[in-house]
């Protein structure tokens, strides 16, 4: 697409401010599929597709629990 250019950040992610969430999908035994970062007025989200092995009530309530943790951690 023209006026278009892709620009690619890459870090460790020991070093990246989502670690802890991160280590939420890894307990929760998720995978993450695809990833967005958007920015606006001062807030940044930070939006996922996941994928997982389980139901999607028992993942929900697992990332609820491991999220939950990370949070209460930081």
Known sequence: VEGEILIRVVSR????PIKKVLQA???A??????SKVTANN??????FVIKSP????????KLLSSLSNAISSM
């Open 29 to 34: 035994e998720v995978k993450v599929v695809e």
């Open 42 to 47: 001062g807030t940044v989200a930070h939006s």
């Open 25 to 27: 999908f890894e307990e």
């Open 54 to 61: 389980g139901s999607e009530q028992h993942t929900r309530k």
């Open 13 to 16: 992610v020991e070093n990246h």
